[in-house]
């Protein structure tokens, strides 16, 4: 069965420090991979989504970036977070498959930018 | 892709059926209904899709107006851990990025 995890679950760093998230995802080849943010009392906000290796499509413009150096991990970063990059970070994945909309999510990353 | 309405709460006794509705009065034909969930904390969880037809799963029954333009999810025999906010999203078959644009849903409350 397939499985996606990330990690950290939780994070607290300082505005200006950098940042990196991680997902993986085991059980599947050749997902499409997305990042999603959750600000506080607001909607899921698309933010990349890659359909393969080296391949990342941005959303919304931000001080984010996205990487996907093997087929099932896909980082997120930053190089200078600022306070509003505070949120509940979500990875998702789905199959490559012709008409799925079937995204599954990970449990998560809570990043406060203090 | 079309947009979707749904109300911004609603209550459900435990036990009984949430019917969970959905308006998507713009849909067009090639246009798949999907829903998802939402538990605090926790990330989104697929429940269904469908076109035209009724569909039914393990989790859910997602019933779909013969003009398509609304649609509701019944959570049969509604508990406790059901409590979330659910969405409800209209995707076409077409393209390969398969983004999904999540509204604000509907936060059920299943009260015991």
């Known amino acids: 069965s397939q499985t996606i995890h990330q990690w950290p679950a939780t994070l607290v760093q300082p505005v200006g420090s950098p940042l990196s998230l991680e997902c993986t995802v085991e059980?599947?080849?050749?997902?499409?991979l997305y990042w999603y943010r959750q600000a506080a009392g607001r909607g899921l906000q698309l933010l990349f989504y890659?359909?393969?290796?080296?391949?990342i499509s941005s959303e919304v413009p931000q001080n984010l970036s996205a990487s996907r150096p093997q087929d099932r991990q896909f980082i997120l970063s930053s190089k200078k977070l600022l306070l509003s990059d505070s949120g509940f970070y979500l990875c998702?994945?789905?199959?490559?498959?012709?008409?799925?909309?079937?995204?599954?999510f990970g449990p998560g990353t809570r990043l406060t930018v203090t | 892709d079309a947009k979707t309405t749904q109300p911004p709460s609603m209550d459900c006794a435990e036990g009984r059926a949430a019917n969970l509705p959905c308006n998507h009065s713009?849909?067009?034909?090639?246009?798949?209904v999907y829903w998802y969930r939402q538990i605090h904390s926790q990330g989104p969880q697929y429940i269904i899709h469908?076109?035209?037809n009724n569909e039914t799963n393990e989790m859910a029954s997602l019933i779909i107006t013969e003009d398509r333009k609304s649609s509701t999810l019944i959570l049969p025999h509604a508990t406790l851990r059901d409590t979330a906010v659910y969405y409800c999203?209209?995707?076409?078959?077409?393209?390969?990025?398969?983004?999904?644009?999540f509204g604000k849903g509907t936060l059920l409350t299943v009260n015991p």
């Open positions: 998702a994945w789905a199959p490559l498959a012709p008409s799925s909309y079937e995204q599954y």
């Open positions: 059980g599947t080849s050749n997902p499409n």
């Open positions: 890659s359909v393969g290796i080296g391949q």
């Open positions: 713009t849909i067009s034909g090639n246009e798949y």
């Open positions: 469908g076109l035209k």
């Open positions: 999203i209209v995707r076409s078959s077409g393209g390969s990025n398969y983004k999904l644009t």
